[in-house]
């Protein structure tokens, strides 16, 4: 897998989770997926995303 494809199931999987996590747990878990789409937002403007650091760091390959 590339690092694409890795930095979209864990974006996905964190938004998920959050929800989850809000509707079940406590709303202030909604905050979480908020922050998650706001780092999103910013990545799309400035094509720098940390968790892409992150992967690269990990050893996983750009697609």
Do not use: D
Request: positive net charge; charged residues 10%.
């Amino acid at each position: 897998m590339t690092i694409n494809e890795v930095l979209r199931i864990i974006a996905g999987l964190f938004v998920l989770i959050s929800v989850a996590l809000g509707y079940f747990v406590h709303p202030g878990w909604f905050f979480f997926t908020a922050f998650v789409g706001l780092n999103l937002l910013q990545s799309g403007f400035t094509k720098w995303c940390p968790m892409i650091t992150i992967l690269r760091k990990a050893g996983l390959k750009e697609g």
